[in-house]
Every structure is written in structure tokens, then in C-alpha cells.
């Protein structure tokens, strides 16, 4: 069992920067680790993921503002957010991808998931 720990998430003014943690702790670091969010309201939706190999691959929606990447040695899987808009604001959780299965955007192919940690930003 895999489990997912975030924090770092807060209250920033927009055009401002957060580096999200996913510490990844149990039964192997292998995995490919996603981090998903969810605003008041919404659907969750796919943000970034990295998978063992360093492969990344984003929601075009943050491609160029956020940054994913991994510290195996600290088994820990950052989310560098720059740039935050108001239209960011939602808790956003980790989540460890299932062997084998489908695409990495949607979230029904994840098998672990963290608590969350809230971002907010004010504009």
C-alpha cells in the first residue's frame, strides 16, 4: 500500500509562486505520482504527472507555469506552481497511478490518494 502525503499548499496573491510536496512512503516509490485539484464545485482535474522514468507530461492549461519533478532519494514528488490566477484555487492531492492501467488524466486510474492541501489565490 502506498501512501501520499501533501503539503505547502496556501494563500497567495495572483502572479505569485507555490512549490507544492507529495511525500511517497509504503511499499515501493516506483510509481507514477500525478497531482490532480479540485475547485469548490467542481470535477477533479488532472494538473501534471511524472512517472519512474522522469517522463512528464501536463494539462495544457498549466503547461508553462507549473513545473513537476521528483526527488527519488527523498521519495518525494514536487509541484513548482508560478504564476498562480485565481482561477487555481482548489485543494490539490497526489495520487499514485495504477500499474497498468489507462490514461494518466483521469482520475479513476489512480489507486492512492493524499489528503489534499488548499491553494488560494486572491486577486
Known amino acids: 500500500q502506498v501512501q501520499l502525503v501533501e503539503s505547502g499548499g496556501g494563500l497567495v496573491q495572483a502572479g505569485g509562486s507555490l512549490r507544492l510536496s507529495c511525500a511517497v512512503s509504503?511499499?515501493?516509490?516506483?510509481?507514477?505520482i500525478a497531482w490532480f485539484r479540485q475547485a469548490p464545485g467542481k470535477e477533479r482535474e488532472f494538473v501534471a504527472v511524472?512517472?519512474?522514468?522522469?517522463?512528464?507530461y501536463y494539462d495544457d492549461s498549466e503547461k508553462g507555469r507549473f513545473t513537476i519533478w521528483r526527488d527519488n532519494a527523498q521519495s518525494t514528488v514536487y509541484l513548482q506552481m508560478n504564476s498562480l490566477k485565481p482561477e487555481d484555487t482548489a485543494v490539490y492531492s497526489c495520487?499514485?497511478?495504477?500499474?497498468?492501467?489507462?490514461?494518466?488524466?483521469?482520475?479513476?486510474?489512480?489507486?492512492?490518494w493524499g489528503q489534499g492541501t488548499q491553494v488560494t489565490v486572491s486577486s
Open positions: 509504503g511499499r515501493t516509490f516506483r510509481n507514477d
Open positions: 511524472i512517472n519512474w522514468g522522469e517522463g512528464t
Open positions: 495520487a499514485s497511478h495504477r500499474h497498468g492501467s489507462g490514461s494518466y488524466v483521469d482520475p479513476i486510474n489512480y489507486d492512492a
